[in-house]
């Protein structure tokens, strides 16, 4: 019996997606001038107001509105009637050096904190990510270039994509079942426009989909949109984030956090791992799980699930990472090249399945080929 699946993404004019942006940006910022700095900042954004707040201890001096204000703009807010008044907006830091304690652990190369990690890879498509969230994110990144081109000029930043596959009973996608967009407009552009000019030059020439399954802001006009509609705040989007539902996830968010927070680096290493696992043709689905307690350099626990796809038992799978890939914080930083300024281009459209970062390398593949 076939199913379905439906995973969403947003754009970077979403006001959690700006939340994101911004923390991220102070965080690019910051390691620009010291790539040891410790920074966990978050950011609270609405009608008129953006707050940062958090922890950095660096040798660099920032000037977090003026970055705040630089984000925003980029991402294209400028009036009230955007979404976002830049220029009468309150920006407010509210920015404290980080807790000796954490500190302290951190300095010896530890985990910051406990918590569990997950990465996850399968075969259905290309970039080894599971369809609908990929499909997602490709929509919504073509929704803001459409708007920042001039492809179509009366497009306002904030969106949402939401993309449903059907697999067939063995697991595999068979297609695009619908499709989904919610577009921010400006108010004189009518419904029937959009929704041709979204189908036309945005959906289609994407994805093969049936224009009938294609639905385009059905609940009619979207003028008023961004933080002026909705509060942002940072990490609030993790679905979105990693792989749309489709796989686990742990407890912490990415945006904001230097790579001494596992939440963040050693997400990004469970992803390498298992997609270089299913990039070897060791499993055809594979999540990896980690945990590490406060202060460990060794992980807490390790497991692989193959989901009955592994060439190898799990448990033998689980036994190769832990033999081949050396986990500890300070050289999953290392073997990742994550203390530099890389962070504000992933805060939108999801971190993994995307080109040019070190976690979507497969070129650990080849050696695991040889496991036994």
């Not at 922890?55 to 976002?84: C, L, M």
């Not at 997950?118 to 270039?145: N, Q, S, W, Y």
């Not at 596959?165 to 079942?177: L, N, R």
Request: hydrophobic share 35%; net charge negative; proline share 5%.
């Amino acid at each position: 019996m076939n199913s379905y699946f439906t995973s969403e993404s947003v754009t970077e004019g979403h006001p959690d997606k700006v939340a994101d942006r911004i923390s991220d940006s102070v965080l690019d910022a910051v390691l620009a001038q010291d790539p040891r700095g410790r920074v966990a900042c978050e950011t609270f954004i609405t009608s008129g107001l953006c707050v940062v707040g958090g922890e950095i201890t660096a040798n660099a001096d920032v000037d977090i509105p003026g970055i705040a204000r630089k984000a925003i703009a980029e991402i294209g807010y400028h009036t009230a009637d955007d979404g976002f008044d830049l220029d009468a907006a309150e920006i407010r830091s509210v920015v404290r050096s980080q807790s000796v304690e954490i500190g302290a652990q951190v300095d010896t190369e530890g985990a910051g904190d406990q918590g569990m990690m997950f990465g996850f890879a399968c075969t259905d498509t290309d970039e080894l990510v599971p369809m609908p969230i990929i499909i997602a994110h490709k929509l919504a990144a073509r929704l803001t270039e459409a708007r920042k081109t001039g492809l179509i000029p009366y497009l306002r930043p904030d969106g949402k994509t939401q993309v449903t596959i059907e697999y067939d009973g063995s697991g595999k996608p068979v297609g695009i079942a619908k499709v989904l967009i919610a577009a921010q407009h400006s108010p004189e552009v009518d419904l029937d426009t959009l929704r041709r000019d979204v189908i036309r030059l945005v959906v289609q020439p994407a994805v093969d989909v049936d224009e009938r399954n294609i639905r385009v802001n059905p609940n009619g006009s979207f003028v008023i949109g961004g933080p002026g509609a909705d509060t942002g705040l940072t990490g609030r989007k993790i679905i979105v984030d990693t792989y749309g539902g489709y796989a686990r996830h742990g407890g912490g968010a990415f945006s904001g956090k230097d790579p001494t927070k596992v939440d963040r680096s050693a997400t990004y290493m469970m992803r390498y791992v298992a997609k270089n696992l299913v990039a070897a043709g060791l499993a055809d689905r594979c999540e990896v799980e980690i945990a590490y307690g406060i202060g460990d350099t060794a992980p807490f626990s390790l497991k692989v699930d193959t989901f009955g796809t592994g060439r190898l038992p799990d448990e033998r799978l689980s036994e190769v990472v832990g033999e081949r890939f050396d986990l500890t914080p300070g050289s999953i930083i290392r073997v990742l090249d994550l203390r530099r300024p890389i962070y504000t281009p992933l805060s939108a459209y999801g971190h993994f399945g995307r080109p040019g970062v070190s976690w979507e390398q497969t070129d650990r593949a080849d050696e695991l080929r040889g496991a036994r």
